[in-house]
């Protein structure tokens, strides 16, 4: 008997102490070993791009230059019932406004990153060209922001583990072009406004040439988009709610089980059929801006159970609304910015009539300008441009009454605890979110 | 614990009749004419080369007996146990010395008229060491322990539960007082930095998994799967504090290791053992959080604006009433209930000459005090062993429950009760005059609880088996083979359902339905020798091999867009929002080996290593090897030592233990995750950076200890010192954003905790009372010690930073010093930025003029206690006995988090009521509380600032017992054993200067965010009424 344990024992012992090393090696069932992505997998990374673009920002990210645009107020208990309240309430560098589009432009900047050194790797081909158009071009549009909102910002291209500083701002948006001139190099023509193309890189590039004051560029190139017989201007009633258009010229799918975006879910109300959490109403000012006959009202605000609403976004908690990126309108108002009142007022009217509102006859520059930006302001309503337009044009601090470091965004006070080569904008430079 | 006293003379009785009694003709000398019992023992061991075994508590081995010089041995046992009532009988190399079966009769019939536990010494206490036992008096590490006393632990839901304030070093905080809720446990101070700074549980011999109870479908608190050990089966919980008992435990016990031996049948006929109770439950001191009514608040508010529009010239207009008539309305009073919770266990034990059994079942049904808040639980247990052979026995213990926990909005969910139900107008109601809700942004400022909890269904329900089954080998002698198998099965269901009424019910209903299955298989194998030589030595060596596997499978869909609130399977829903599913596993090997050297009772030396391989490092990596030692001298055990009635013994260990807990199954690894779709097209993106020089994290830890008994056991004091250093810290370390990430998975660091623990032990007894006292202390420091990187300071969160020389879990805030008085003691800097009197000073570090948080944030405090512990007295007279249990912290501190109540007309908040009456309104009339001003935050949420930092040192009466045991002559004539009724109070009352409810929360087991106190449900006070009945 005792010889039986002995043996037992032995061969447990045995298969114990053998065969277990090989279970120490566990992989997950959803992912594969990032060293093991090569170039056959460029398609799946493309897709990955495309989503990761789409979300890494957050709404925070993508609705900022409306936030902070002096157009929206914050409904509900907050007390913040001024845009002035509501931009000092939310731009300080420990703020998750701030903070939040920082970390997801750079988490998206590092894919996008990776995505183009992988397929700088592929072999020369028609596919390979498409690739990099979409790396490029999503590099150049978060770059965009994020030199928008920080101005001298690290520009980081490779996978740099090392402390980056900042580039300064005339480069940074320089860098921006370059991107971008890349991306209508390599990109394919329009297909699909779901899809970056060559139309959507150049018309990025006239929205950064107007933002670096290169007007007659950014007009001439808003000109190619006019033009492009793949494009027409449409109602708001079929581009915010749906409809086939000719206007979009790139927008985030925005699907709802690919990260959506839930834009609608901060501006409409929990009294709406399809309810929202409210966080964001527009002020009383900008529910009144639009006139009577302005055909866009309906699609810009609303009024829910007494609660003014932004109505771009209809579906709710519930739903998904695209992303708009860039549609055909933003390209009129550029080239009338671009070429100024002899040859922009015309574009303007244009665009004005399509809307159902009367020709403007500015006297002088100025007045076209202000023309040309109140026409961006009604627009342009809740898709991501005021806030910049009135930096860029100088016209923040006036509009709203608020300092001048409000015309950049602080570096968030975590980055410039952990990387040292970090400055702080020497507006923010020890300076705390209080009335200026 | 009559019965293992009586089991005990029962199985060696049973001995008895299978013993050859062969006379013994071997003969001994003696150097001396009397000696104590316990000297001779050891000449007759030391020159027979049998082994003496006998019962400390039966027989007296202190006394002195008179000797031959040399005699037979059988001759002389006989000669000096006469008079004691004893006999001895040879067995192999064993010579027992034992009571013969008369003997016994007088002694069973003696206990019959005394108090049970008196003889709880009567047996040598075997103290689990991991994977085996050990008598205590070999011991020579730290290793703690708590017996189950039924008498004051009814209410406790989970065996760390139980440990609360009753063993030095270990602590426990509470996370809220939601049935089911987590408790944070600490050992020794803060080992680790990430949440693996949690104990390892181990239930004879299973290590059981920790994980949340719950599928992670909730956006609330996380549950406490350790509430699937019935607290009422556990026999006895030791504690391994020092790394010399731990790292038998290797790598998973840098955090020391909970040892749970649960209970177990003994020989002899079924004994029955029900208990039933009743309780009720309440928060107490609600009235703290009082809130101004709309007098106070409206005056508050319009003082706001008034001070804003006349520091900015701006016309914001008052605010008024309008509601004037309506009454104050409670949301406090709609939402907290006093809930009424019902438990009942069963167990009935027993055995037979070759087997014992231990079967168990027990109900508990638990309201919370949030209304609509239930947890159900049942659970049932068996324990069985047998002897199959002489040279093989086996056995199977396993316990199965079913929870199912009907749960309110909790933790920092937007419709939390607590928090919100402060945070209405005094005049705001949940329904308007048609009878529907009111709701958020339309009619209330924030949700409208009621709606909230009426138009949800939300349950828990978990599925827990866990056990072990063993096969025992007797090869040859001292020589034996253990192989068990355990597992730990969890299937936990989350069901989230909003109705379309629901504000989270996206109008159209809403449903979350999340799964989740764990398990965790390990294979012990573990072989044993023990050996007593001639000369006095005896040693045991113990090998082993162990692997464990732990596999966790989740799967979530949120479906929406329901016919009606009748439907609530997502099969039915119109649409899929989110469809997730997981598979992960990670595994670990680890070889095993222990010896334990003991000279004659007086020297003892225990060496163990263990060497662990574990998949979340990469290989090579992966490996770490965790050796210890120590030792002990038992003074008192050497011939100088003259006073039989003292026991010292003096114990120093050295150990490595070390951690892999608390980050990813697959930390090491870069990957590319799939499931990064557009257009509904696969994509694949590179979201795991992982880090292959990822390695263990290991602690170092330094034990010197004494064990002294005064007065034959009245009085016992404990006392340990010592030193951890805990290495290469696993850590998610924060990363500049630019990275693409915000963290990795890193080694950053160490950290040094040293401490101090004190327990003392008092048993006194006068005619028919006798008083038991235990009092614990433990003083704990830590500073981290180094920081990778070279990183000066590293902020953990937006409370907590990191510096090597601070602690960890020191706060790093804002200083406030007090109240500008004037405006002229307002710096010209910040009166530019709208600072005026009545607004808080607060201190500008960097001398710049300005308050920002990256300049001038400092140490402030710290959420570690300086010392902790327990005081337990137990009284009894007769058949009553009464029981106090107090716990105590000192030196903690507590951020509260909430400032809803707190910012004075910055927004519309409804303002706490003492804090609206102390508030600025002219130079001198406070230095604590700042004006009211309407749009400025300043005061309340710019900063995290020490107004909001409070001390939260406490003394708890964590419970107060009365008992009544009717006499045991009635009992008997009505066929009973003991029938004991019973009162207690739980959480009876609490002395602390801390201002809000409760001292003792915490939001998060992660060690660098502790001490946030964000008002969840506190703990409720209890009172129960209960029977407990045996035959």
Known sequence: MKKTGIIITGIVLLLAAGGCDRYLNQYPHNAVPDDQVTYEHAQLLMNGIYNIAQYKPTFNGWALFDIIGSDLIRPGASGVNTPKLLVEMAIAPNQSIVTSPWNGFYAGMYQINRYISIIEGLPESPDKNEYLGVGHFFRGLYYYNIVARWRDVPIITGNETEEVGQTPEAQAWEFVVSELRKAVEYSADFTHKNLVSRQAAKALLARTYLAMGRKAEAAALAEELITDPDFALADFETIFRGGENKEEIFTFANLIHEGRVNMSSYYYTKESPVGGSYTFCPTQEAMDMFGPSDKRKDISVDVQSNNNVVNKYCSGDAGQDPLYMIRLAEMYLISAEGQGLQGGLDRLNELRKFRGLPAVSPADEEEFLDAVLEERRLELFGEGFRWFDLVRTGRYERKTGLGTKYTVLPIPARELTLNKKLKQHPLWDAASAMYQ | MRPYLTATLCILAGMLSVLSLDAQEQTVT???????????????????????????????????????????????????????????????????????VDAQKDLLDKMAKEEDDQFVNLLEEAIVVGYGTMPRREISSAISTYRTDERVEMTTQSPEGLLQGR???????????????????????????????????????????????????????????LTDIHPDDIESIQVLKDAASAAIYGSRATNGVVLITTKSGQKGRPRVSADASMSLAYIPSLDKLAVADADLYLEVQNEAIDNYNRQTGASVAHMVNPYPDREQFSWVDLMFRTAVTWKANASISGGSDKSRYYISANARQNEGVVIGNRMDKFGVRANVATDIKKWLSAGINVSGTYTHNNRVPDGNMGTSILTHSLEHRPWDTPFRPDGSYTIKDVDLLHYNLLQAIREQKVYNRSYRMYGSGFLQFSIIDGLTFKTSVGGDFMYAEDHIYYSAKHMYGNSIGKLTDARKAYTSIIVDNILTYKHHAKCGLSFDVMLGHSFQKDASSTASQTGQGFPSEDFDVNSVAAEYLDVTTGLSSWALQSFLLRSTLNYRGKYLLTLSARADGSSKFAPEHRYGFFPSVSAGWKISEEDFWKDGRTDLKLRASYGTTGNQGGIGSYAYQALANGGYNYLNENGIALMTQGNRDLKWEKAHQYDIGMDLSLFSNSFKVTVDIFQKDTKDLLYNKPTSATTGFTMKTSNIGSIRNRGLEITLGGDLSYSDFRWTGDFNIAFVKNRLTSLTDDDDILTTDDYHALKVGEEVGSFYLIKML???????????????????????????????????????????????PLFTGGFSNTFKWRGLDLNIFLTFSYGNQLYQTWTGGLRLGNGQWPAQRSEALARWTGPGTSNTVPRAIYGMMWNSTLFKTTRYLHDASYLRCRSLSLGYSLPSGIMKKAGLESLRVYLQADNLFLISPYRYIDPEVNTSLDATRMGLDCMWTPQPRTFSLGMTLKF
């Open chain 2, 30 to 100: 003696f150097p001396r004419e009397s000696m104590k019992l316990r000297k001779v023992f050891e000449h007759i061991e030391a020159q027979s080369g049998y082994t003496v075994a006998y019962n400390e508590g039966l027989l007296n081995v202190e006394e002195k007996v008179s000797l031959p010089e040399k005699g037979s041995l059988d001759a002389v046992m006989a000669s000096i146990l006469d008079g004691t009532g004893m006999q001895a009988i040879f067995q192999g190399r064993m010579i027992l010395i034992i009571m013969p």
């Open chain 2, 818 to 864: 007090g109240i500008y008085q004037t405006d002229e003691e307002v710096p010209e800097t910040l009166y530019k930025e709208g600072v005026r009197a009545g607004d808080i000073r607060y201190e500008d570090v960097n001398r710049d003029g300005r308050i920002d948080t990256v300049n001038d944030s400092q140490f402030v405090g710290s959420a570690n």
């Open chain 2, 167 to 225: 063993i030095a070093g270990v602590y426990i905080t509470g996370s809220s007082g939601t049935p089911g809720s987590r408790n944070r446990v600490s050992i020794r101070g803060i080992g680790s930095l990430t949440a693996g700074n949690e104990p390892l549980y181990v239930v004879d011999g299973v290590p059981i998994s920790n994980t949340t109870g719950d599928a992670g479908g909730w956006g609330g608190e996380a549950l406490n799967s």
